[in-house]
């Protein structure tokens, strides 16, 4: 999987981070990385585009999850403790959506993972960037 960074302008600072290829168990860590080192800079408002992410497994929903988890100042649960981590994705994902972490363009294989779990009623999705960064 590949990452890229940018910074959009609106009523806030929206770092978009691109994500091309595949968010499994051999590229979460990546993204996890990625998002402490942003987070530790000062970033604190993310756009994950999701247009060109071909695939994402449970491992990449934890890694979406922790990335929520880190912006709103939360203890990170062990990524590597699987179902714990999990279960932690499901107790977030029952009240409000997400002020500092939304996404943009998933395609529809991606989508309906989100439907499935949940996240479609945890993290706003838009489809267009202008309005996605506006919306922070």
Partial sequence: MDISVSKQSGRVEVTVLVLKGELD????????KQARELHAAGVRDI???LGELSYISSAGLV???TLALLLR???IPDSEDGWASM???KKSTDGEMESHLKLLNPRPEVRSVFE???F???FEIHTDLEAAVKSF
């Avoid at 168990?25 to 996890?32: D, S, V």
């Fill in 25 to 32: 168990g051999q590229t979460y860590q990546e993204l996890i």
């Fill in 47 to 49: 756009l994950i585009d």
């Fill in 63 to 65: 890694a979406i999850h």
């Fill in 73 to 75: 100042g939360e203890a």
């Fill in 87 to 89: 279960k932690s994705v």
């Fill in 116 to 118: 499935m779990v949940g």
């Fill in 120 to 122: 479609d009623r945890a």
